[in-house]
């Protein structure tokens, strides 16, 4: 089973950033899919955004122009660079990954933004 590990969370104010990273014990060359995912408050398990392996990057309409999901394959990592953050982006935080084998979720980090 591929083992996730995010970091990176923590406390900022609104209208600042943080970049989430999410290292795999696996390559991740060949994954189909990498996202990243966020539970706020009291609320349901919601998608934020993904990068495919042909390259196709998409992402919820709430964190649209303010997000951006990248990786790094040599050090089998991806990211979640958040700016503009918004009170309403507090949340767990989670990145999965998507391989032919199966599904994989990290155990979540949290973000908290100060209005």
């Not at 970049?19 to 390559?27: D, F, K, N, T």
């Not at 050090?75 to 953050?85: D, E, P």
Request: with cysteine.
């Amino acid at each position: 089973q591929v083992q996730l590990v995010e970091s990176g969370g923590g406390l900022v104010q609104a209208g600042g950033s943080l970049r989430l990273a999410c290292v795999a014990s696996v390559s991740i060359a060949s994954m189909i899919v990498l996202a990243w995912y966020r539970q706020p408050p009291g609320k349901q398990r919601e998608w934020v955004a993904t990068f495919t392996h042909l390259g196709v990057i998409n992402y919820a309409d709430s964190v649209k122009g303010r997000f951006a999901i990248s990786r790094d394959n040599v050090k089998n990592t991806w990211y979640l660079q958040m700016g503009s953050l918004k009170p309403e982006d507090t949340a767990v935080y989670y990145c999965v990954c998507t391989s032919s084998i199966g599904q994989s979720w990290g155990r979540g980090i949290q973000v908290t933004v100060s209005s």
